[in-house]
């Protein structure tokens, strides 16, 4: 058997952007030294990679838990070993798209909790504000640092079936997947010694200094060592190896809501030697359970009083309460409009068409077309309760176009796009699967950096176009080249 | 700190140690067992750490196998291996942040290990001792990873006073435990066997030879693990600890209510630095080692209260 053999054969899917081979099935250009790196090795030998890559995330530490009958039992996110490839020009584009986005983003939510021009000039319509559950009233005219509301944005990218790319998602309040990227490129690091510096891979480690200079210059006392924490909800959330990363990575302190509390609008944390006033705190808690005397008094997760000192500008939250009203999926279609709106541009990054089904034409339209539809819940997120029409069964439809019916504004419906592949090694031999890719992006006061990287996400079941973590997802490391 | 960082760190150090002692005292005396005449008994060892109903160790209190996989496999025991190390990791989890690394690394290899199946299955069938051994080099890197990797600041010194702490009332508890015993069979103190595991238990036997020349006595036993200075499992040595460390702590952390711990510490430092043979034994060994305890854990609950408390 040759050692090329796990190479060839490669069953790519028809009418789908392959990020490796072309449609003539070869090698893209930026693909070519790995697979000259790949052919190197046997099946074997890569599955002997694939294994040392799962005992580093084991013995890391880098599990979640699934409890299935009273047995806890470790697993880890699946890990692909094949980088993803994101050649310069490319990710020049996507950069450039990001920002601007961002920026259009980020000045629709100071508009939205001050002055509403954008409602008032009748480019978004107001009950699509004033429907949202993520709009809060508590936020209005709420002065928030250098009016930054986004400090940290997840937008999730796909790829047509030209490679085009489209913006599937912004995740402005509390995006995850960053520790992932990290990880990914220090596990990759060892698998495949010398061949990122060959290939001449961007480094992607400068993250969390980043993000620790934005969050100490947005700190309200103006002190040369400002008190910033990371709270996050507990060992218990699944994206808790990622808050003992980012808190480890950056030096600040790790806390949970009963380390707080608030006396006179401001923040303390308890700690051995008496109080210590808290200055900015990067939060990985919903807004929902921030605060019991604001929001869902039940909630154990957050601190009581902490809005007040938010409002009172005592304290600053990262990101902003409130943003969800940006993110909003059927917020997401006026996107464009908000960019040509505030920033007199055409947006760079395209949206993937959305029918509102609280719009009865549309609602029509999409009932017609039901089986080249994806539908979603406006505030769903993770995969959960979506409807894909192209596999769907006839008594699914039926009664999800009943729950549509119930609350029309809870839905929106996008065509079916078809998703890009990559190639995955799978069962000792390559395998494409669909994957999609959140860059992450980080806005200070001195602008919008991002760094040359993200999450690619895998949809590992064959077909499927579901990349979500929770929905049998896995990931790959993510490769921005420099030339 | 937070306290509660301070909390966790401190009691992923008591886990730690406990585990430790545990795996120790398994090792010697399942030697012993190989070495007995009569059936071994495990019961003194099954009671230093938990209490089960009486009907479980008359289950097991003569099979060596089955009380080898209740301390260290066993689920509905508290303090097995598997649970103490998976206490200790949860301690550690949420504390991340302030472990190096290659500490927490080290925790989750020792965590992944007692879950092996290679592991519990020789411990059914195969040599318990490789088992044992395997272990023990586990919390060893433990200990040398802290010590090598550790930054010397307030972290590490709740977890010194909590590992010594534990270390303390785990040797007063095994001397209190085994001399009961012998009260009430002083036929055991005839031979050399019973002291000489007793010594080997707490790591104790070439200090003791080196220390005293001539046989095995009882009050020389007791005068190494309750009065040694230099002795680094005798509760002397490790109470001087406890009071080293809670020293270091104030020095940055000088908080009203330190003032009475450091007198319950200075106090139980006192008792046991002026104390002699002649005068536990004058006063009973039972409850001069009962004094200490109740002292041990006066220590306990004032870090608890004043330190770790969420207010």
New interface residues.
């Given amino acids: 058997m040759s050692e090329l053999d796990f190479l060839n054969h490669y069953p790519q899917t028809p009418d789908t952007w392959d990020e490796m081979f072309s449609s003539d099935n070869n090698i893209r250009p930026p693909y070519q030294k790995v697979i000259e790196y790949l052919s190197t090795e046997s099946a074997d030998g890569l599955a002997k990679k694939e294994d040392l890559a799962k005992n580093l995330f084991?013995?890391?530490?880098i599990t979640f838990t699934v409890y299935n009958s009273g047995e806890g039992i470790e697993k880890i996110f699946p890990f692909d070993i094949i980088p993803r490839i994101i050649t310069a020009q490319d990710w020049s584009f996507i950069e450039k798209g990001i920002k601007q986005r961002l920026k259009a983003l980020n000045t629709f939510l100071k508009d939205i909790y001050s002055n509403m021009f954008i409602v008032k000039d009748g480019v978004v319509p107001a009950d699509i504000i004033y429907s949202c559950p993520h709009f809060l009233r508590e936020m209005y005219k709420v002065k928030v640092p250098y009016d930054i509301y986004v400090h940290i944005a997840g937008i999730d990218l796909i790829r047509d079936f030209d490679g085009t790319f489209y913006v599937l998602e912004d995740n402005l309040r509390t995006p995850s997947g960053v520790s992932y990227m990290l990880e990914n490129r220090e596990i990759t690091k060892r698998l495949f010694p010398d061949l990122l510096p060959q290939c001449k891979v961007r480094s992607v480690t400068e993250y969390p200094e980043i993000l620790y200079k934005n969050l100490k210059a947005i700190s309200p006392r103006q002190i040369s060592n400002p008190t910033i924490v990371l709270l996050s909800p507990?060992?218990y959330n699944s994206a808790?190896f990622e808050h003992?990363t980012l808190?480890?990575l950056m030096?600040?302190?790790?806390?949970?809501g009963?380390?707080l509390l608030v006396e006179n609008q401001t923040v303390y944390?308890?700690?051995?030697?008496?109080r210590q006033q808290v200055d900015v705190i990067y939060r990985r808690v919903d807004d929902e359970y921030l605060d019991p005397l604001v929001f869902n008094p039940d909630s154990i997760l957050g601190v009581a009083g902490i809005m007040s000192a938010y409002k009172k500008g005592n304290v600053a939250i990262v990101n902003a309460v409130g943003n969800g009203v940006a993110d909003d999926k059927a917020i997401y279609s006026y996107v464009p409009q908000m960019i040509r709106y505030y920033l007199n541009e055409e947006p760079l990054l395209k949206n993937v068409p959305t029918y509102q089904l609280g719009n009865k034409d549309e609602r029509e339209y999409v009932f017609a077309n039901i089986n080249s539809m994806v539908v979603k819940r406006t505030n769903g997120s993770g995969g959960y309760g979506m409807l894909m029409g192209h596999v769907a069964s006839d008594e699914e439809i039926h009664q999800y176009k009943q729950e549509i019916n119930s609350d029309p504004r809870q839905f929106i419906a996008q065509p079916t796009i078809s998703l890009s592949a990559a190639p995955c090694f799978i069962n000792k031999a390559l395998h494409p699967r669909r994957i999609d890719l959140r860059p992450f992006a980080l806005c200070g006061p001195d602008g919008i950096e991002i760094v040359p990287g993200g999450l690619t996400r895998v949809a590992l079941n064959e077909g499927s176009l579901v990349v979500n973590s929770s929905q049998g997802g896995g990931s790959k490391d993510t490769w921005v080249l420099a030339s | 700190?937070?306290?509660?960082?301070?909390s966790n760190l401190y009691w992923l150090s008591r886990y730690m140690e406990r585990s430790d002692g545990i795996l120790r005292i398994l090792k010697i005396n399942y030697a012993s067992s190989q070495d007995a005449l009569n059936e071994f008994s495990w019961r003194p060892v099954i009671r230093i750490y938990d209490s089960p109903e009486e009907a479980i160790i008359r289950d097991i209190e003569f099979k060596s196998r089955d009380v080898l996989q209740y301390m260290i496999t066993g689920k509905s025991n508290p303090n097995s291996i598997i649970n103490i190390i998976t206490l200790a990791r949860?301690n550690a989890?949420?504390?991340?942040?302030h472990l190096t690394?290659d500490l927490?690394?080290c925790l989750?290899?020792y965590y992944?290990l007692v879950n092996d199946k290679r592991l519990i299955s020789s411990l059914k069938k195969g040599d318990p001792v490789s088992v044992l051994d395997e272990l023990i080099k586990q919390v060893m890197l433990y200990y040398g990873i802290g010590e090598v990797t550790m930054e010397r600041g307030?972290g590490r010194s709740?977890m010194n006073i909590g590992k010594y702490l534990e270390r303390s009332i785990q040797s007063t508890d095994i001397l209190d435990i085994k001399f009961n015993k012998a009260n009430s069979d002083p036929d055991l103190l005839r031979g050399t066997t019973y002291l000489r595991y007793l010594l080997l238990s707490l790591g104790a036997y070439d200090l003791y030879l080196k220390t005293y020349r001539q046989g095995f006595d009882p009050e020389n036993v007791l005068e190494l693990v309750v009065l040694n200075n230099d002795f680094p499992r005798s509760v002397l040595y490790s109470v001087n600890n406890i009071f080293r460390y809670f020293e270091r702590l104030k020095q940055?952390?000088d908080?009203v209510e330190s003032k009475e711990l450091s007198f319950m510490i200075g106090k139980l430092q006192s008792t046991i630095k002026y104390s002699t043979v002649e005068s536990i034994t004058h006063q009973g060994l039972h409850a001069y080692l009962g004094q200490i305890k109740k002292d041990l854990y006066g220590i306990g609950n004032a870090l608890n209260l004043n330190?770790f408390a969420?207010?």
Wanted: proline share 0%; aromatic share 10%.
């Fill in positions: 084991m013995s890391q530490g507990g060992s808790y003992t808190a480890r030096g600040v302190e790790l806390v949970e009963r380390d944390m308890k700690t051995t030697n008496g | 700190m937070l306290s509660r960082v301070a949860e989890r949420s504390v991340q942040d690394k927490w690394q989750n290899e992944h307030e709740f940055n952390n908080i330190y969420y207010a």
